[in-house]
T-cell receptor, first 112, second 110 residues
Framework: AQSVTQLDSQVPVFEEAPVELRCNYS??????LFWYVQYPNQGLQLLLK??????LVKGINGFEAEFNKSQTSFHLRKPSVHISDTAEYFC??????????FGAGTRLTVKP | NAGVTQTPKFRVLKTGQSMTLLCAQD?????MYWYRQDPGMGLRLIHY???????AKGEVPDGYNVSRLKKQNFLLGLESAAPSQTSVYFC?????????FGDGTRLSIL
């Protein structure tokens, strides 16, 4: 079965600084990769996804992620964060769209 | 367009009690899912359904049952609640590759 490791449980960063949230996965088959964001007391919202093709994927709110097959990674980046980006971010992987495995989450805190 | 609606939003149960969580979606999606979210563990799949009248086990199905009698509704049941089932439960429906989540049900078992 596939699995996901998010390497940082918490990432504090100052407003307008760049940020990278790290995600590594393991799977013996080809997978689809996702990043979701969760604001307090809400469900998850899709930020971006990699299905195939270009390894650099752009999502909503200025986020992007790069799929690296050789390193089995799918790191999320944003060049300049805002206070409103403070949330929990989840990386997820699936090979069949039904059995989706999530990482433990990274709490991003943007400080003024 | 409400999307995915979960009821109730909060509930406190005593050990051994039973209850049903309701998920309703108005997007005509075939696929629906129940997850639980625990601190430091992300979301884990409990059960899912690929269409009306079908259900399948996920990663952590023990202690839960589900039913999908109507396409728009997916029910999660706890027959005899245990403190280990204290969690936040999320329902999702899927179109293509994208899952759409409800706002969750916070369940405490005393």
């Amino acid at each position: 079965a596939q699995s996901v490791t998010q390497l940082d449980s918490q990432v504090p960063v100052f407003e307008e600084a760049p940020v990278e949230l790290r995600c590594n996965y393991s799977s013996s088959v080809s997978v689809y990769l996702f990043w979701y964001v969760q604001y307090p007391n809400q469900g998850l919202q899709l930020l971006l996804k990699y299905l195939s093709g270009s390894t650099l994927v752009k999502g909503i709110n200025g986020f992007e992620a790069e799929f690296n097959k050789s390193q089995t990674s799918f790191h999320l980046r944003k060049p300049s964060v805002h206070i409103s980006d403070t949330a929990e971010y989840f990386c997820a992987v699936t090979y069949n769209n039904n059995d989706m495995r999530f990482g433990a989450g990274t709490r991003l805190t943007v400080k003024p | 367009n409400a999307g995915v609606t979960q009821t109730p939003k909060f509930r406190v149960l005593k050990t051994g009690q039973s209850m049903t969580l309701l998920c309703a979606q108005d997007m005509n999606h075939e696929y629906m899912y129940w997850y639980r979210q625990d601190p430091g563990m992300g979301l884990r799949l409990i059960h899912y359904s690929v269409g009306e009248g079908t259900t399948a086990k996920g990663e952590v199905p023990d202690g839960y049952n589900v039913s999908r009698l109507k396409k728009q509704n997916f029910l999660l049941g706890l027959e005899s609640a245990a403190p280990s089932q204290t969690s936040v439960y999320f329902c999702a429906s899927r179109s293509g590759t994208d899952q759409h989540f409800g706002d969750g049900t916070r369940l405490s078992i005393l």
